[in-house]
């Protein structure tokens, strides 16, 4: 096990440094409390979006460092030099399976050297520890063996850096636009721009991991298990994650997980064309599902361990499934986290109704929720809005005039309540009573309206002087015979939200999916408002389409997010790129983010809150004996003006008639609040003045109620700004690359023992693919060809292990062969590495070719720009890797040139260049065919105008595949308003904006196809 890492103590209050955008403003009241209760409880912090002149168009940034892990241009084998390995191991105590001895022999240990101590704590440590070593556990093939295992230490190469601000800059509408606020400018706002990713100086730069510099959001393309080892061991991030949302694939039908195409989200198991066509995530495949649940498990395992060590003890993990295999991840999790760190396990709604014909249909999935540990764990409660007549709010059915006047309500008039809620204050009676044991203070009987009330078998909820408030504050009614507690909507118009999440399909979901198993947002919004601060860390290594980092980034935390699959990677890249949102006003703008938004407060009037209010009994003191005087006042006047009897309807003596000639006289709650036909003219001005009384009581009463409420802070619902607008704010896109082709002594012999294989140390697999080669030869565009004569491995033992193949082409040119990994792309450490070991063969290779299942697009980029040798690219059939996992080979050609992308610069008059691509080779799986130069695939394209040569910095962003309503037209219709029409529009084509050159003289294209292949050229101009 590697070292404990130790959780930042800071992590919870951040440092103080000054926060980065100069343009956040104070809010106009930052600490105005919202109107006590609406109904509404939305529409008071959301301000009607103005737009036009004044708006500014802003993203959020983070005062937080990180390490300067490298970029990727800057890496060489000496500057970024392998790492080695961790060892991971599972902890034996947090599993009875790998404690558990058939022999008892522990267990007999445990209870003689317990009893040897004599110690009780001890004795209990060992009594506790025997019940553990006696529960069940889940075992499943290969757990116990498995107690330990190693993770390659790599480094995460910074390969993009995007700042959509920094591409909108591009096409916003031309300057000098008469505006409203002269500090504000037309379109985007400057000084947004500067800098939002500092280039380190030379020197330090290159001194990877030793540097801080700003925060920038990562989206990785990677392993999990490779990219959270390296975030822990590399860059000492242990304990800074608040929330790690993990969904992995479910377990089931494995194949449907993967998609293989950007834009076809019908991907089915189990067939042939859907299966992907990246090597990394074949090995994912196969890693996961070859021994079905079995490899799965463990798959999880090693990744919920190192997911434990990246969470700050405050943090929760969720983790998304389906109810095939919620028992066995919740076994899992116990084992990892511990079962007392279990926080819930939420069943959420999916969708409306299965397709399945057969039997009960399945409309949930779940989330299984723990905390790094339970008693430290960060948690806001959120709240629904009570619905009348539904959720939180149905038993309210009554309601109360200004007057006093009391009445249940018809449906209809519930259903319209709204229209009467200045009139009317709906109520229900609510429960009075608890099972608590009674103490001091608390009665069995209190006198309520001439009836001794009783608390039947519970206890009141409060004793006798709250009681007492209570009935003085007007908050007590009777069910029947039942006092109970008058529970006023606008006491509390939300209630907290409960772990069963009925809500979350979305109308026409399906249909805005980007991805084959993208999760509904507001699923993982609840758990990141649930468990994190603005400015918090939160990891998803399962990225998917990024709806995580999505939310994330939608709410001002930090996100850190992976995965193996460039499709996944493209999809999210393209969603968080082109994604708008509300600018959510900061509490404390000098703090940034870590200080917070302006949430709206919601009053929670409480019965203990009234119980405990002193002011009630001053109220009663001050006010009651006038309405005492009143009461006399009237029955003396009833009584001169001998009205008629009158029947009592509440209270002790409810259905009694008064007869005020024979001196019956009328209790304070028996005094009718309509004046009765038969009474003479005489009394009413004495009723009236009662009345009055009375109300002048009640509404110094509930003013003291309101302002000795709580207050209760709706964590999901900050003000909003209305002059400002929102995009995400600056990422980086990284990779993991590949740890370089294996070395001799890890490489996989073949199956049966070949001494030639054996000598030279190649790898079984290499072996096939250069016997392949020999046989096939590399096919080209528009049949070309070529042949090998012979070709032979290589000696590796005089350090040529990134060589291994030798021969000659038909034409007689000596050739060398660098395969690249079987499951990951070719990268620049192989192209240095082969090319400085071709160097030293005698005689001198004419060629290399490098054959790769994926090309890094850095080292396909290299290989282009060879001198002195000629280098080709040769695309590897995947068949190589599946043919046990397809039906049927679709064809039987297995190795392709593949050529540089075609990229065309033009000059303008005006000493300005304008890119086009025209296309780049396609190696089309289903054919089985080179396409040459098409630009239908292309489904990104990015354009760095002064390329720097240490990672890609895009100023313009080109979606050509994007439909109606995809791309930048993503963006909201207000930020759109910003923006010039017809040069967004040429962000969705092939062609560029006309731009200058840079310091650097050098531009660098990025296009990457629909299966989320990229190609990187970089050309100088002039
Ligand atoms: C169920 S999807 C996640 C979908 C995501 N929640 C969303 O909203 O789009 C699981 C993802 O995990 C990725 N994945 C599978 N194995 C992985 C691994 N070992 N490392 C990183 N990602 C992996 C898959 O490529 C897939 O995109």
């Given at each position: 096990m590697p070292a404990k890492p130790h959780a930042s103590a800071d992590i919870q209050t951040g440092n103080q440094d000054e926060f980065l955008l100069e343009t956040q403003q104070a809010p106009d009241t930052p600490s105005k409390s919202p109107k006590p209760a609406s109904r509404k409880t939305k529409s008071t912090t959301r301000n009607s979006r103005a737009t036009g002149d004044d708006a500014q168009i802003l993203s959020y940034r983070h005062a937080d460092k990180r390490v300067n892990n490298p970029e990727v241009g800057m890496v060489t084998p000496a500057t970024d030099p392998e790492a080695g390995k961790t060892k991971w191991a599972y902890d034996p105590h947090l599993d009875p399976a790998l404690g558990f001895d058939p022999q008892r022999s522990q267990i007999e240990t445990l209870i003689d050297d317990a009893l040897a101590s004599g110690d009780s704590d001890q004795m209990r440590a060992a009594l506790e520890e025997l019940k553990r070593l006696q529960s069940p556990y889940l075992n499943w093939a290969g757990k116990a063996e498995r107690t330990a295992f190693d993770i390659d230490i790599v480094s995460l190469h910074v390969h993009e850096r995007i700042d959509p601000a920094s591409i909108l800059t591009a096409v916003r509408k031309a300057m000098g636009a008469k505006t409203k606020n002269k500090d504000a400018v037309k379109g985007l706002q400057p000084g947004l721009f500067d800098a939002p990713f500092e280039s380190l100086p030379l020197r330090d730069a290159i001194d990877f991991y030793r540097h801080e510099r700003g925060w920038a959001n990562r989206l990785i393309s990677g392993d999990s298990l490779l990219v959270m080892n390296s975030l822990l061991q590399k860059e000492n991030m242990a304990g800074r994650v608040q929330m790690i949302y993990i969904d992995p694939p479910?377990?089931?039908?494995?194949?449907?997980?993967?998609?293989?195409?950007?834009?076809?989200?019908d991907v089915k198991d189990r067939k042939d064309e859907d299966l992907t066509q990246e090597p990394e995530m074949i090995k994912a495949f196969r890693d996961t599902w070859e021994l079905g649940i079995h490899s799965y498990l463990t798959y999880l395992r090693d990744r919920l361990l190192l997911a434990r060590e990246l969470l700050n003890e405050t943090g929760s993990v969720f983790v998304q499934i389906s109810d095939e295999n919620v028992h066995t991840v919740r076994c899992l999790l116990d084992e990892i986290f511990g079962v007392e760190n279990f926080v819930s396990l939420i069943p959420f709604a999916k969708t409306t109704s299965s397709s399945t014909n057969s039997g009960l249909s399945t409309v949930c999935d779940y989330l299984v929720w723990y905390a790094r540990d339970a008693h430290k764990l960060k948690y806001y409660q959120l709240y629904f809005e009570k619905q009348l007549l539904g959720a939180g709010g149905g038993a309210y059915r009554k309601a109360r005039d200004k007057i006093g006047r009391t009445r249940s309500l018809t449906i209809r008039e519930i259903e319209n309540f709204s229209a009467q809620h200045d009139e009317w204050q709906i109520f229900r009676l609510d429960?009075?009573?608890?099972?608590r044991p009674a103490g001091d203070g608390d009665v069995s009987s209190i006198p309520f309206q001439g009836r001794a009330c009783s608390p039947g078998k519970g206890t009141f909820k409060t004793d006798k002087a709250g009681l007492s408030r209570l009935i003085q504050a007007g908050r007590l009614g009777l069910a029947g015979n039942t006092l109970s507690y008058i529970r006023y909507l606008n006491d509390f118009l939300v209630f907290p939200i409960s772990?069963?999440?009925?809500?979350?399909t979305i109308a026409g979901f399906a249909a805005d999916k980007q991805y084959v198993v993208e999760t509904s947002a507001k699923v993982i919004e609840r758990c990141l408002l649930m468990t994190t601060d603005p400015g918090d860390l939160v990891l998803d290594p399962t990225c998917g389409s990024g709806t995580t980092a999505f939310v994330a980034e939608k709410w001002g935390r930090r996100w850190i997010t992976c995965d193996t699959s460039r499709v996944a990677v493209t999809l999210a890249k393209q969603r968080l790129m082109t994604a708008s949102y509300d600018y959510y006003d900061l509490k404390y703008p000098q703090e940034g983010l870590k200080g917070g938004f302006i949430y709206k407060t919601v009053p929670h009037i409480t019965l203990k809150s009234i119980a405990n209010n002193p002011e009630i009994d001053t109220i009663y003191e001050q006010k009651h004996p006038a309405i005492e005087a009143a009461l006399e006042k009237l029955n003396q006047a009833l009584q001169h003006a001998k009205a008629p009897a009158l029947t009592i309807t509440e209270g002790g003596r409810k259905g009694q008639a008064l007869d005020f000639s024979k001196g019956d006289t009328l209790l304070e709650w028996e005094v009718p609040f309509d004046y009765p036909k038969n009474w003479p003219a005489t009394v009413q001005d004495a009723l009236a003045a009662f009345h009055s009384c009375r109300q002048a009581m009640q509404t110094q009463m509930d003013t003291s109620i309101a302002a000795h409420a709580d207050q209760e802070t709706l964590y999901d619902q900050p003000a909003i700004a209305r002059d400002k607008l929102r995009i995400t704010g600056p990422f980086t896109v990284e990779a993991v690359p590949f740890p370089s082709v294996k070395s001799l002594d890890e490489a996989d012999g073949p199956a049966e023992a070949d001494t030639s294989i054996a000598r030279t140390g190649e790898s079984g697999r290499q072996h096939q693919w250069r016997d392949e080669l020999l046989k096939a030869g590399i096919r080209g565009k528009g049949g070309q060809k070529l042949n090998f004569a012979d070709l032979e491995p290589l000696?590796?033992?005089?350090?040529?292990?990134h060589l291994h193949a030798t021969g000659h082409l038909d034409s007689g040119e000596r050739v060398v062969v660098s395969f690249g990994p079987e499951y990951g792309a070719l990268e620049q450490r192989q192209v240095t590495n082969a090319l400085t070991q071709a160097g030293n063969l005698f005689p001198l290779p004419k060629m290399i070719v490098f054959c790769a299942f994926a090309f890094d697009p850095e080292a396909a980029k290299d290989i282009d720009a060879l001198r002195g040798i000629t280098a080709l690219k040769a695309q590897m059939n995947t068949d190589l890797l599946t043919d046990d996992l397809r039906?049927?080979?679709?064809?039987?050609?297995?190795f392709w040139l593949m050529g540089q992308p075609e990229v065309e610069v033009r000059k303008t008059k005006n000493d300005q260049y304008v890119v086009e691509v025209h296309g780049f080779d396609y190696f089309d799986t289903v054919k089985g065919e080179l396409i040459s130069g098409g630009k239908k695939k292309i489904a990104m394209w990015a354009l760095?105008?002064?390329?720097?040569?240490?990672s890609l910095f895009p100023h313009q962003v080109f979606f050509p595949m994007a439909g109606r309503g995809e791309g930048w037209e993503k963006l909201k219709k207000n930020i759109q308003a910003e923006l010039d029409e017809s040069r967004l529009a040429a962000f969705h084509g092939t062609v560029s904006l006309p731009f200058k050159a840079g310091d650097n003289r050098k531009i660098a294209v990025k296009i990457v196809d629909d299966r989320g292949i990229e190609s990187l050229k970089v050309i100088p101009l002039d």
């Open positions: 479910y377990g089931i039908k494995y194949g449907s997980n993967f998609q293989p195409f950007v834009g076809k989200r429960n009075l009573t608890s099972s772990g069963l999440w009925e809500d979350t000696p590796t033992d005089d350090g040529l292990q039906k049927a080979r679709a064809h039987n050609q297995s760095d105008t002064d390329y720097d040569e240490r």
